[in-house]
């Protein structure tokens, strides 16, 4: 997690030089780093599980997922005053103003990691458990990854169910912005409906996340594939209906919520320790790799089609996972002992 605050505060630190100096591949290098900033985060929900008691997992992680409202909410605001203040009172180019106040709030994560996250939670856990890490290196990390989803089947079918919900969320989240500038509807309106549907992602995840630990990881899988075909249906028929289209964006931030935070927890619980992270990682990596490919491939069917195609495509996606869920489910329990 530190090294991604590293790489997330450097990254800063040249997209301020780039935008001063005009560069733009060099702000696209720096852009880059600046993902490590997200990468950090995706960590710090699993870090929350390491130490949490049978029972809890959820609820903790869920919480990470939680107070990533304030941000989601709060950075698109500061935008406009970092850049005036960047401006008037540091001397900066316009526009370069958000990445220096983005670079302290990384060196502000960062202190905190190092300073507060003592001792490591995960070290600590495998102080306890006894184990050891396993899949030291990038090669032998990835494979250890694979091998375990290949051997451990809940896992395998979590990080499908992550990768559906996140897939199915970017997808219509992208171009419902585009929709609605389309049927004529101001930047004001387009904001709000964003923004109930990052009311939906983040601010209800303590409840997904009890409910998780209470009825179940599956359970609230089913839900979150129901909140979204939900969510695809009202999208795709919605027309000029903004009301329909804000209650659709309410829906599938609450269904990703859902796949998320039940997901994360499922894959947490059915994997070693030892080969904990490397899963963690993998199940990140395939969750944005989905979500990037799902947003061009929006953009495609909009483009070509409709926005109702793409919510019946999105709705038939989340459909077939849901039903090989309740399959999946259906023969564990067949093949679980009397």
């Known amino acids: 997690m530190a090294l991604a605050y590293l790489a997330a505060l450097l990254g800063c630190v040249i997209s301020v030089a780039a935008i001063s100096i005009g560069n733009w591949p060099l702000l696209l290098a720096g852009l880059v780093l600046v993902g ?3 990468a950090g985060n ?4 699993y870090s929350a599980t390491d130490l949490s008691p049978p029972g809890h997992a959820a609820r903790h992680l869920s919480l990470v997922v939680w107070a990533a409202t304030f941000g989601s909410v709060a950075g698109p605001n500061l935008a406009e005053p970092a850049d005036r203040i960047g401006m008037e009172s540091l001397g900066l180019v316009e526009k370069a103003g958000p990445f220096a106040f983005a670079a302290l709030a990384f060196a502000v994560a960062l202190v905190i990691i190092l300073a507060g996250l003592r001792p490591d939670p995960l070290r600590l856990a495998r102080e306890l458990d006894g184990t050891q890490p396993t899949g030291q290196g990038g090669k032998r990390t990835v494979r250890t990854a694979w091998r375990t989803l290949r051997t451990t089947p809940m896992a395998r079918n979590a990080l499908v169910m992550i990768a559906v919900s996140h897939t199915a969320m970017v997808s219509i989240m992208s171009m419902t912005p585009v929709k609605l500038h389309h049927d004529g509807s101001s930047l004001d309106v387009i904001g709000i409906v964003i ?3 990052i009311a ?3 601010m209800m995840s303590p409840v997904v996340g009890w409910l998780a630990d209470k009825a179940g990881r599956v ?3 089913m839900l979150g594939m129901g909140l979204l075909l939900a969510s695809a249906a009202l999208a795709g028929t919605a027309g000029h209906r903004v009301w329909q289209v804000t209650l659709a964006l309410f829906l599938l931030g609450l269904g990703w919520s859902c796949g998320l935070v039940a997901g994360s927890a499922l894959v947490s619980e059915s994997v070693a320790l030892e080969a904990r992270p490397a899963v963690q990682g993998l199940s990140d990596l395939l969750m944005n790799v989905c979500g990037a490919t799902g947003t061009i ?5 909009v483009g070509g089609l409709s926005y109702g195609v793409l919510g019946l495509v999105v709705g038939v996606m989340v459909t ?3 039903l090989w869920l309740v399959v999946v489910r259906r023969r564990a329990a067949d093949a679980a002992p009397a």
């Open 200 to 202: 939906g992602m983040y």
């Open 297 to 301: 491939i929006a953009g495609a069917i």
């Open 42 to 45: 995706l960590a710090a929900r």
């Open 195 to 197: 923004s109930l549907h």
């Open 219 to 221: 359970p609230v899988l």
């Open 36 to 38: 490590g900033g997200s």
């Open 320 to 322: 077939a996972a849901g």
